[in-house]
């Protein structure tokens, strides 16, 4: 029961995120994809300080700017680039591999065994979410694929190093540590690279706000939690309802239209997270 009430817990963050898809296109300026990461961090970090009142010590500052550059700075600089460089149905795509990377990683640093359905959970979740974003006419870029590939190997990264590790404080804690570095890191990198946001209206600072404090302080305070007491291969899959999510978002309150083909990614997205919860409780 635990085990169950744990993944629950964690599936919301995943579930959260696929609504920022929407927020994202919708509430803030177009156009600012570096800047608008920046928000999503730094402000939400900032405020998390404000409230845990804790800093790292020694050897844990270089291990927090790694993981803040692992699960943010570098992980959405090449989301984003991915995103640019290719339909949104084949990043998608290929950001769905992370779960088979954790595997891999989790047998490097942990020596875990290799389990059947973990692998199985993970070729089940791509081929779903193939199914429920890619159209026939999508394209492949080499630099798009390689950037979605480079970001789902960060996240991945990030989700094991966050386990090894195991910071010695609250999820809490550990995330407003990892946004406040990943908002720093990303500080000078979106001043460089994009020109300064025009005049708010308050519809954008509506956009700002949910993506800062629901679609990442709230989220990953979730996420680092599931991460801090399930192994990662158990809590990578539950991503695959983040674009399962906006997928019925777009359904749900834009009017878009659900195809065959997508209703089956539906049913193979669910189908690999609830074989990954039974996983879970048999492990």
Do not use: H
């Not at 890619?134 to 989700?159: N, Q, R």
């Not at 291969?233 to 997928?247: I, R």
């Amino acid at each position: 029961m635990a085990e169950r009430a744990d993944l629950a817990l964690t599936a919301l963050a995943p579930a959260i995120w696929g609504s920022t898809y929407l927020v994202t296109t919708e509430l803030p300026p177009p156009g600012y994809p570096l800047t608008l990461s920046l928000l999503r961090a730094l402000p939400a970090g900032l405020l998390l300080l404000l409230l845990v009142r804790q800093l790292p010590t020694g050897l844990w500052w270089n291990r927090v700017f790694l993981l803040g550059a692992l699960n943010f700075s570098i992980f959405w600089a090449l989301l984003f680039v991915a995103a640019y460089r290719l339909p949104g149905g084949v990043a998608a795509t290929v950001g769905a591999v992370q779960p088979l990377i954790v595997v891999g990683l989790e047998r490097l640093f942990f020596n875990a065994p290799i389990r059947r359905v973990s692998v199985i959970v993970g070729l089940a979740g791509i081929a779903g979410v193939a199914l429920l974003v890619l159209t026939p006419k999508a394209g492949l870029d080499p630099i798009g694929v390689a950037a979605g590939l480079g970001g789902a190997v960060s996240m991945a990264c990030g989700t094991v190093l966050t386990r090894y590790w195991r910071p010695p404080v609250s999820a809490l804690t550990v995330t407003a540590w990892q946004l406040t570095a990943g908002g720093l890191l990303l500080l000078p990198v979106a001043l460089l690279l994009e020109p300064s946001l025009p005049m708010p209206s308050l519809k954008n600072l509506a956009g700002f706000a949910y993506l800062g404090l629901i679609g990442a302080a709230l989220t990953y305070i979730l996420w680092f939690r599931g991460i801090g007491t399930l192994r990662p291969s158990l809590v990578a899959p539950l991503g695959f309802l983040s674009p399962l999510m906006a997928v019925l978002l777009g359904w749900g309150v834009l009017g878009q239209s659900l195809t065959p083909a997508q209703l089956g990614g539906v049913a193979i997205v669910l189908g690999s997270v609830w074989l990954n919860q039974r996983a879970a409780q048999k492990a």
